[in-house]
């Protein structure tokens, strides 16, 4: 993302801007905050009548889902984290979900490494939020290994267990797996049944328990 600033008359205020990727629900997804000049030319150097032009890369979280993101540009007082205005809204921009990442772009809450099906191996998982309550949404993402030549094609069935030994299944797809030298990470957005029983629950990938948590 490219923006041209034009500036007006001299600033007393050395202000970060920040462009962000966010999503349909708001979430930030890709971000970049900065100074102009890759940080060498801030606002309180810049005289009547600069037009300064700046590249921001806003790389998207290993994560996103695909979809729409509108991306925007906000200027704030990094002393103070007080906005210069409102956010300004750059456009859309169409993203397809990763097909792979490298290892150290990964980084779930939990990290794991269970087998859930032959050459399948779970690495972690992150869940938003960390408590679950009857009918209200959550978030959860998985983390895979890649494995040999890549691209081979798993079954994935997610499942919910409550404290009454009610099973919910989640969901269930296809996940295409990159090469070994990769990690990949598919996102999920739920929501939790309306009748559930409260207490003790436990995640599961294809049987596979992974995680436990807290329903309300």
Not at 40 to 62: C, H, M, R
Not at 107 to 117: G, K, N, S, T
Not at 129 to 135: K, M, V, W
Not at 151 to 156: D, G, M, N, T
Request: charged fraction near 20%; aromatic fraction near 10%.
């Amino acid at each position: 993302m490219t923006l041209f600033f034009h500036a007006l008359k001299s600033l007393d205020t050395d202000y970060t801007f920040s462009v962000k990727a966010r999503d349909a629900k708001g979430r930030v997804w890709g971000q970049e905050d900065k100074w102009t000049g890759d940080n060498s030319y801030a606002t309180t150097q810049w005289s009547p009548g600069d037009v300064v032009i700046e590249k921001f890369y806003p790389g998207l979280n290993a994560c996103a889902p695909a979809g729409e993101y509108r991306l925007t540009v906000e200027a704030y007082d990094p002393t103070t984290m007080q906005m210069l205005g409102d956010a300004i809204t750059l456009g859309t921009h169409h993203a397809d979900a990763s097909p792979g990442n490298l290892y150290e772009h990964l980084e779930p809450a939990q990290a794991i490494d269970i087998e859930v099906a032959p050459q399948m191996r779970l690495l972690g998982y992150t869940l938003t939020p960390g408590e679950l309550r009857a009918g209200e949404s959550f978030s959860l993402s998985l983390y895979w290994r890649g494995v040999g030549a890549g691209k081979p094609s798993r079954q994935a069935i997610i499942q919910l267990r409550d404290a009454a030994n009610t099973e919910f299944t989640l969901n269930e797809q296809a996940i295409a797996l990159p090469d070994a030298n990769r990690g990949l990470c598919t996102f999920f957005d739920f929501k939790m049944p309306q009748v559930i029983a409260a207490g003790n629950g436990t995640l599961f990938v294809n049987d596979v328990e992974f995680a436990n948590v807290m329903i309300r």
